[in-house]
T-cell receptor, first 111, second 114 residues
Framework: DAKTTQPTSMDCAEGRAANLPCNHS???????VYWYRQIHSQGPQYIIH???NNETNEMASLIITEDRKSSTLILPHATLRDTAVYYC????????????FGTGTRLQVFP | GAGVSQSPSNKVTEKGKDVELRCDPI?????LYWYRQRLGQGLEFLIY????????KSGLPSDRFSAERTGESVSTLTIQRTQQEDSAVYLC????????????FGQGTRLTVV
């Protein structure tokens, strides 16, 4: 089981912020939230991850609610090249350590 | 190269033949994963190697599928007696086995069984 739920698809205008939600209501205290994206015909690409604090890097920001049951990935200024499928994953960071992908959100950025 | 390398990039095979798919992980990465992605679908976990530990084979769909990895280097995914439903992109990823690490994916091998 992927243990996360995401909307199937979203649209965003170029230059606007894209806010992609993810529900992970059964997340455990030792599980991290990871985001990957997959641009058409390419392998998935890591974006960001976090445990309980909000995180920001050059690609995106990750906002995790205080109860950690949901999170939002924010692309502050979406471009056409951000059109992709975005995967939210919860992952235990010890021995088994495997990434289980769900169905993701297909983000379409339009001009 | 600096990234995960997979070969061949494309493979067409006849139903019933065996195929071998190769993955060269990033040097120093102890963890290696194989995934399958059918057309228009998400990533399906197949198998996971971590150092010298026993691999996690829980995602292999049948006994026709097997994978090997020698130490922390190359991995080979073998599909015996291929079926048309095996047609998919097979993706390999590697990562450092430490807390808070990202997995790096190759570009995949597109397998077509005719």
């Amino acid at each position: 089981d992927a243990k996360t739920t995401q909307p199937t698809s979203m649209d965003c205008a170029e230059g606007r912020a894209a806010n992609l939600p993810c529900n992970h209501s059964t997340i455990s205290g030792n599980e991290y939230v990871y985001w990957y994206r997959q641009i058409h015909s390419q392998g998935p690409q890591y974006i960001i991850h976090g445990l309980k604090n909000n995180e920001t890097n050059e690609m995106a920001s990750l906002i995790i609610t205080e109860d950690r049951k949901s999170s939002t990935l924010i692309l502050p200024h979406a471009t056409l090249r951000d059109t992709a499928v975005y995967y939210c994953i919860v992952r235990v960071a010890y021995n088994t350590d495997k990434l289980i992908f769900g169905t993701g959100t297909r983000l379409q950025v339009f001009p | 190269g600096a990234g995960v390398s997979q070969s061949p990039s494309n493979k067409v095979t006849e139903k019933g033949k065996d195929v071998e798919l190769r993955c060269d992980p990033i040097s120093g990465h102890t963890a290696l994963y194989w995934y399958r992605q059918r057309l228009g679908q998400g990533l399906e976990f197949l198998i996971y190697f971590q150092g010298n530990s026993a691999p996690d084979k829980s995602g292999l769909p049948s006994d026709r599928f097997s994978a090997e990895r020698t130490g922390e280097s190359v991995s080979t995914l073998t599909i015996q007696r291929t079926q048309q439903e095996d047609s998919a992109v097979y993706l390999c990823a590697s990562s450092l086995w430490t807390v808070n690490t990202e997995a790096f994916f190759g570009q995949g091998t597109r397998l077509t069984v005719v």
